[in-house]
């Protein structure tokens, strides 16, 4: 196997606006919010929850793009750890004036369309517009409420919010200040960390290890089998905001460029370990409507800036977004420990609650989901109590093959029926074979009684998660068997009245 | 008018001013920005957590019972106390003064409880450290052991055992048992109304800075400033002079930092006492929303009686709110709700009942509305139930009991309604929303699409402005003109986020004809201003721009008057135009000049105002009287569709007109309207509070509390100031309150998906549809209605699920 590279540096080296820095000394788990507010008095940035759902800590982290410029996204401040940081730009609200300070045009925006009422959402929100407007702007009701799906406002109603997103407009992409800008940061960024080793830190009160390639993580896996693998953070990091643990060691997979790409081979899709949602959303989105569909509602921008498919699954929620969806497209992952990969069925990867398939030093290298063969139908279902940025009560989702009214081939997987993601096998079965008609239908719901046992909590009661899931598969049978009907209220296949 | 001076002031009332006054830059009507606004989109504008912390601030976390009702047995914080960084430790035998910091001094909120539990989360012990993720780490390192007591967790339960936190209360008009036996329909039934936490975003926080002699100077995110000082010097066994808070903004506080923020500021106080240190205590999300009171939730109980026409003849109603542990504002809160349990109705014979139950879960309080919501929400779903059994559009059955103008006007609390706006509001609202037209579409549209139905449904609201208890309907401020023509304004009320300050600042640029940029806006600080009330009940523009115009009046008349003397002309003569002084055909000043002037002429250039307002009165013994200054009115039509193989819904369309009198700021007044729908929509529909058995709040933080996103606010969103507004009562510049009245245009939400709900039993099956409709209530409703069908008899309109 490849030795890793022992090159090793224990300083964080990022750019705070335009301002170069190297840190040590800092607590491998302190958040990117509370370095802001605490070391560098930087108070702009607010916390509002601490769990990456209000969105009042919303930053914009920058990184070269490997193509000579930039790519910036926003994320949560507040689940962000420090070292995180390593070879990226971080701007917020205070950088956004201009130098004789004058106001930036989406700040400018808001004031005047009294886009703001208390003020204390309104710096997220302005880095939420901020990111708009450095993607070129944006008019489309949509996409507008996608980029601020995960700011909530408490006092304006978002009205004066969305007008302002529209009148700020946005930077041209072929702008040439705005393009030498971009590059000469990417320069300096690519400069500050190049050939300068690994970022390890190994400090009393934890360590925190980012290696660069799969091979370099492998091996710290077999040195700290005991480590915590972390990707985006939207989970770990409220372990330490609202669970106050210590996490020792921390291996961080962000950096590991050949876990970041999403390859097209053979009909089939590899995800690396270390894609966020929004890397894979649009690869995911040609595999079927629905699963776009579903990634753009997983938590909201700035958590799907950070988040990774490969974490959703890695976790073992039972309530995590794409595991059914995946499950059902007969997803598989590869496991690595070492030198060693093996693959196995998505679903056959969660156990039970809280325990996985995964033996210690071993991490999810990639996932591999197939294209569904031409004829299979695909259909997903979020329910949740709110459509934007909320946790699932239950989800669905069908594949689904039908040939001369016959169900052919039928996998269906929920997530929020039970301990673990699972397909419901006693009600593939009740319709595989079967003609798909109101008979069937009924055979495969009353089936899900005895594939489900799902529980009550604050999101929804079991009563209603059966209902709800038993419901979705007359859903699926009226969207496959009479498609004129209308069926939706959002999504790409949202009713038009 | 800008020469008010060439007259006598009228100092009661600024009169009807129709639109800006030309040249002048910022006085009222004109839509001037958020004075905060250009430093809230820099992250400039200073909350209390971005206050620069001298050294040595210690930061404090707050310890939670884990039980929701028993006797602690033991307490060792040893651990506690031993952890890294731990300063010092408080319980309740470190309470210097009174233990207890409830608002209507019934001394039932203590700062931390003696001995007994409450609720589940209530804070027992407190930590101070030097950092907060030190006192955060060692709270969990507390050993305490309970003897678990009966716990009550439901209004329901606490009903049937009578447990009540103030006694019962009784309003009535006729005889409403008697014109319920006359009556020739009538229709029973039972609402449950859950609650709703504020979500400030901005949590619960204060700062305590000790000062000499054991004072202490506090900053704190609060809506009352001068309970927060009269508690805390309670606290600490000082007089109210040893404590001073200031309170410069909130980040947000809908009623949930009128009273919630003292136990905060408590602790904060004591510490910084204590130790000699600066001591801050602000809440983690989670925390706040485990340990601060939250709207109330209901069950309503009636039985109404009604004619052919849907007019309502007689009406028993009952109402049982969870207060929580202890009073609070409850009794006040549960008042307010009988008092809307009309809305905008005549209900002619009617006994409206009302418990204020006790149960072992956190004490419930103030938020925009008041209880007013509650009691709008269950008169709305029975004049919906009425219109079901009679077959009559229900806008129909509204306008048929709407009040009248010169009979049917007396409200169940015996007060005339003499602003009765309704009818005209409905003719506008309905002239440019369609209501009629789109009901027809609707029809159409569910005929043919089985799984997406839609709903429609169009809703007034009459709203009584003024505190019900009167004594607090009084506001004080503080102006002072510096010799450069400077003004420095300051006021009783408190900025959370409504643009009170700008408006209070336009009042006064208005009256001295000077620009807005020339008055500076100053934080809200008890010793500047004293003895204020709440900046609550929508009376913080009334109230504080009354005052602030009474003070910036003094110094005015003044000025005339030296002006006059000076220059030798009649003081009508000396005239206020914008930037200038008219001085009779002798000359004409500069503002700044003037001012000059009078200061080396020795006049005082600093004055206090005061205001209280006229007119009303209350007798709670006889339950009558005229509790409100005045109505606010609006109506709302919301047009919905739900998905009923799911549950879910989305609100398509929304028009609103609403009544601000003549608007102080139309452009303030439209985002408290806006504001205040989408809030109000979130109550009714996705926000549910949901507690486990154990009496564990488990929606406790964003990710499970779901207000509404960028997303729920309706793509097609059409909101008029109503172009007729008016104030008939002499209101500064006859402008009304706006801050919680179109809260409760949002009922017109929750009544559109009903009606989509009932489209599923052609209207046939009345759906019973509780709040919040979740996916799942509407669900469940649609699944009962269906049922109805199935079981329907032909001679009444059967409702689901009886």
Redesign the interface.
Known sequence: MTKPALDKRDDIRFLFGNEERSLRDIDPQMTVLNWLRLNERKTGTKEGCAEGDCGACTVILGEPDGMGSMRYRTVNACIQFMPTLDGKQLLTVEHLKSDDGSLHPVQQAMVETHGSQCGFCTPGFVMSLYQLWLDGGEDDRGAINDALAGNLCRCTGYGPIIEAARKAGGISATDPVEQKRRSDIATRLTAMIEGAGMLALEMPVGRYFAPRSSDELAALLVAHPDATVLAGGTDVGLWVTKMLKRIDPIIYIGDVADLKSVREKDGALTIGAGVTYSDAHAALGMIAGDVGELVRRIGSRQIRNAGTVGGNIANGSPIGDTPPALIALGARIVLRMGDIRREVALEDFFITYGKQDRAKGEFVESIIVPKPDAGVQFKAYKISKRFDQDITAVLAAFAIWVDSGKVVEFRAAFGGMAGTPMRAKKCEAALIGKDWNEASLNAAQLALTRDFAPMSDMRASKEYRMLVAQNLLTKLFIETTAPEIATRLVGREAAHV | MSDNASKAIDTKDPGELLAPTPGLSGGVRSAS??D????????????V??I?EPFGTLHLAPGAATIAHGRITKMDLSKVRSAPGVVCVLTADDVPGVNDVSPAHTHDDPVLPDGIVQFYGQPVFCVAAETR?QA??AV?LAEIEYEELPAILSVKEALEKQQFVAPPHVIAQGDAKSALARAKHRRSGVMEIGGQD??????QITFAIPQEDGDVLLHCSTQHPSEVQHNIANVLGRPANAVTVEVR??????GGKETQASQWAALAAIVAVKTGRPAKMRL???DDMVMTGKRHDFIVEYDVGFDDDGRICGLDIQYAANCGFSADLSAAICDRAMFHTDNAYFLGDVEIRSYRCKTNLVSNTAFRGFGGPQGMVAIERIIDEIAMMIGRDPLDVRIANYYGTTDRNTTPYHMTVEDNVLSELTDDILASCDYRKRRKEIDA?NAQ????K?GISITPVKFGISFTTTFLNQAGALVHIYQDGSVHLNHGGTE????LFIKVAQVVAEEFQIDLDRIKITATNTGKVPNTSATAASSGADMNGMAARDAAITIKSRLIAFAAEKYGVAEAAVRFVPDRVIVGDVTELEFADLVKQAYLARVSLSATGYYATPKIHYDRETASGRPFYYFAYGMACSEV?I?T??????V?RVDISHDVGRSLNP??D??QI??????GMGWLT?E?L?WDDAGRL??H????Y????????P?D?RLELWSSGRNVEKTIHRSKAVGEPPLMLAISVHRAIADAIASVGNYKVIPMLDAPA???AV??AV?NVAKGMIAQSHDAVPAAGE
């Not at chain 2, 806006?674 to 809030?679: C, M, N």
Request: net charge negative.
């Open positions: 920005k958020h905060s606004g250009p430093k809230h989109v820099a992250g400039e504008a200073v909350y957590d971005d620069l993720e955060r780490n969990r504020h979500f400030y975003l901005e949590g903004r909130m980040g947000g506080g809908f983690d999300r989670d549209f699409s089985p799984v997406i839609r959370m986020g409504q643009g569709m998905d193989l799911t549950g879910e819904y989305k398509t452009a303030i439209r985002g806006e504001g205040g729908f989408i809030q996705s549910e949901w488990r929606t933080a964003p990710s499970t779901k207000i509404p996103a960028c997303s729920d606010r793509d969103f979740t996916p799942e669900l469940n699944a």
